[in-house]
């Protein structure tokens, strides 16, 4: 049935009625009856084209034929003329003079042997690509003893058998003897070429020329009636095509799901095992029990649940504001079944990450202006359009913070901290400025935007800032870590794997936070490049003026012992100690099992079989060193990786005051109206192409790849599979 609607859905393309056809939507009817329809479709049209291609095989013979009587015909009668023409030169010339008697008596026997031998032809039609080829093969065939006319149909032609409209060439050979006209033939058989009886007489082919032209006025009228009921019968087809395919398709998909289950032993009833979610248990027992009761069954459906050996399929209920967030996570790896799902977290921190790269007030309103009207369009894209809106009204609240509205700084919450150091100072830029009242509310103060200490103090603050979000996201990985654990009731990871990375990681990334913070709040001049590179060099020596709190010297010596602990507390006691769990486990089980001729193990389901795995200490201590090896240089390596979010902020705020001042302003220092235009043009080019496009794919990609590396690899492992419940809103027209 499928391949029977494929027929007449691809008989409708090829009629070019499918943008006409309006489906209509009746009751679906039974499988059975539908069955019949498309049968009786299918004979009906299957009887038409063949009718209909032997019409038209019979419509292009004739045209052509058609074509070689007018051309043919011309060769016929210019041959008779020149003929003609060349007995008078003989008489008048040659019979004449006593000079060539010899020559006219050659003449004669010629023309008597032709007239005795009969000089013939054969007339035809072949592609215009062959015809040179074709005039060779026969002047080689009949060793030059042939005469070869062509010309050109003069209009591409239907060939009868690739029902293509090619290019043509209208030939006449003319030969002697009958077995030159078989290789002749033998010849145009070979190549293709349609051959066509011309008769000699000028009459007949103008007899014959206005039968076919008859014939050909019939057979046109014939074809259109035959178009226009097959045209009627498609269309009628097409009303219903859709819900038709729509049905079989479904059909076709319950009996593929059908196919998957077995017999029991009584070979009497269907056994399926399956997957479903726990809270939709209710509902496929009542589902079971409606399907009995509609369908007349006299035993009902058996709904069991069993305990299975394989993990389960993983399943999220998503709407359409976390179904991309989902996506996002699944993209790297669908999680192990019952584990944390970090697109519970994604949803809030892959937005902000990538507004700290991004962060423009001014760019995040375009990119808000494009999340609500370009919506329908993001949805169609890749279901994006509630992550572009939280991407953009992030931005706005990271440029109100950096104040940065296309790179220009506003006095929005307040006037400036700054001023003059004096009244007369002409230039507040080079001169300096002074501090003179409380710090400005929210964000960066407008009046480090120009100054000379502009660079170092945004880059000291978005790197100190990128290291705190990059350490308390990594914290949070670890804390996950620790709820899959206590989930799966693994005290082991907890004690042995999440305790000491814990320690590890804020002995040295959590303490040089807790410095940035500190420095922050008191104002201090230290140096945290030096603080942190001398806690490993010489951690007994004297901090000096590096020195931000009392007892900081020995709190770094222990916490660099911690570090220096939580790496052999990672590596050596957790293989150890799951060795001697397993050996407890199996102690005197060592005998093998018996194998009696009645029972085979090989045969045992899937459901019921236990898998005893060999425990390999080497490779578990491998396993457990490269984790370890891994975390540890991963904490380093993590936390310069997020640096990119200021690298990234740095860069997307300079392209912005290049584009501003280089390209905006210089436009607008000139006194002329196009300059300025040509200026406002490439600026809305660079902002539009460059900064909201380019921009945003670069701090996408960045923050994405944050938190596929930096932050899932410390407590996601992304092995499962996807639940794929049975639907039919799932299933699509490839499944035909």
Known sequence: MSRKLRFFKDQIIKADLLSSIHPVVEPDVELEELEMQLAEHEHELIEMNSNSEKLR?????????????LKAGSFLVSNNNQAVAEERELSENVYSSDRYVEASSLLEQQMRTA????????????????????ERMLFRATRGNMLFNQAPAGEEIMDPLSAEMVKKTVFVVFFSGEQARTKILKICEAFGANCYPVPDDFSKQRQMTREILSRL????????AGIRHQNKALTSIGYHLTQWMSMVRREKAVYDTLNMLNFDVTKKCLVGEGWCPVFAKAKVQEALQQATFDSNSQVGSIFHVMDAVESPPTYFRTNHFTNAYQEIVDAYGIARYQEANPAVYTVVT????????????????????????????MEMLFGGR???????????????????????????????????RDATCSDAHSAGLIKFRDP???GVDPSWRGSRSELPFLNSLKMKMSILLGVAQMNLGIILSYFNARFFHSSLDIRYQFVPQMIFLNSLF????????IKWCIGSQADLYHVMIYMFLSPTDDLGENELFWGQRPLQIVLLLLALVAVPWMLFPKPFILKKLHSERFQGRNYGMLVSS???????????????EEFNFSEVFVHQMIHSIEFVLGAVSNTASYLRLWALSLAHSELSTVFYEKVLLLAWGYDNFVIRLIGLAIFAFATAFILLMMETLSAFLHALRLHWVEFQNKFYHGDGYKFKPFSFALITEDDD
């Open 510 to 517: 959590g303490y040089l936070s807790l410095l940035i913070i």
């Open 350 to 377: 892959f937005p902000f990450l990538f507004a700290v790269m991004f962060g423009d007030w001014g760019h995040g309103i375009c990119l808000l202006l494009g999340a609500l009207k370009l919506g329908s369009f």
């Open 115 to 134: 007239d005795q031998s009969g000089l013939r032809f054969i007339s035809g039609i072949i592609f215009q690509s062959k015809a040179l080829r074709f």
């Open 598 to 612: 009645e029972f085979d193990p090989d045969v045992e389901p899937d459901s019921a079989r236990e898998h005893h």
């Open 217 to 224: 006025s019939e057979l046109e009228t014939t074809l259109d």
């Open 440 to 442: 400005y509310p929210f």
């Open 57 to 69: 095989q019979t419509y292009n013979e004739l045209l052509e034929f058609k074509v070689v009587l």
């Open 386 to 420: 509630y992550v572009l809106l939280l991407m953009s009204l992030f931005s706005i609240y990271c440029g109100l913070i950096y104040n940065e509205f296309f790179s220009v700084p506003f006095h929005i919450f307040g006037g400036s901290a700054y001023k003059c």
